[in-house]
């Protein structure tokens, strides 16, 4: 539709010639500290500004729909499926279902991190209880599942101390999620009743007379979020 408005001819190639797999990935990737970019720069022997850290865990099921021959990324773990919508909602419900009871509730009773909330063996049985009780029946049927054997896989996942998964991060607005390809610091203009975000242009936006930090802690970054509606709304 996109390609329509600016260019029809590019509309009728893209429609011809092009495909667009859908795909679904499970792997958690908390938010990069400043410990974390220390540690790989030592490691390294360079500056990274921006690494990133993952579990070691990863699932990725891409759809078998390419315009000139499939990528032999299945060699490299990827599970090719007929369609992904099915383990994205696998995904959602089991994963992102478990990993925000355990945010909010632990962050409630205190437990900063993840594997310090499972660790908890009250949460931990509510926990298991949810995802076999609640979630599974909900699943659809799909080749190789296991349930029983993904939920003690999503167990241990979730009670390794290694990535410090902070509880607070995932609970923070939980009703809404956004991904954003653009990793550097910037602002956002929020358009309320679409959901949606729109970076600003660095250099369209100042912003002075900062509060004084606490004692103890420093301005890391300043983010802006403008939010907008359609004029006469």
């Known amino acids: 539709a996109f390609a329509q408005r600016s260019d029809a001819d590019l509309a009728r190639w893209t429609e011809a010639l092009c495909t667009f797999p859908n795909s679904m990935v499970d792997r958690s990737v908390p938010r990069t500290t400043d410990d974390d970019r220390e540690q790989v720069s030592r490691a390294l022997g360079a500056r990274d500004a921006w690494p990133v850290l993952a579990e070691p865990f990863l699932d990725w099921a891409v759809e078998d729909r390419f315009a000139a021959g499939r990528p032999a990324w299945d060699a490299g773990g990827a599970r090719v499926v007929a369609a992904a919508g099915t383990w994205e909602r696998l995904k959602l419900r089991m994963v992102n279902g478990s990993h925000s009871a355990i945010a909010y509730l632990g962050a409630m009773a205190g437990w900063d991190t993840v ?3 499972v660790a908890e063996p009250t949460l931990r049985a509510f926990v298991e209880a949810l995802l076999r009780d609640e979630v599974e029946p909900t699943l659809p049927a799909l080749p190789g599942l296991d349930p029983a054997a993904s939920r003690a896989r999503l167990l241990a996942r979730l009670a390794g101390a290694a990535l410090a998964h902070r509880t607070q991060q995932i609970a923070m607005d939980g009703t809404r999620s956004y991904f954003d390809t653009n990793v550097t610091d ?3 203009f929020f358009i309320e009743g679409e959901e949606g975000l729109v970076d600003i242009p660095g250099h369209d936006l100042s ?3 900062l509060p004084e ?7 890391a970054r300043v983010e802006v979020v403008v939010r907008l509606r359609k004029s006469g709304a």
């Not at 930090?213 to 301005?219: K, L, Q, R």
């Open 186 to 188: 910037h602002h956002h």
């Open 213 to 219: 930090p606490p004692e103890g802690m420093e301005i």
């Open 207 to 209: 912003v002075s007379n």
């Open 115 to 117: 594997d310090r909330a």
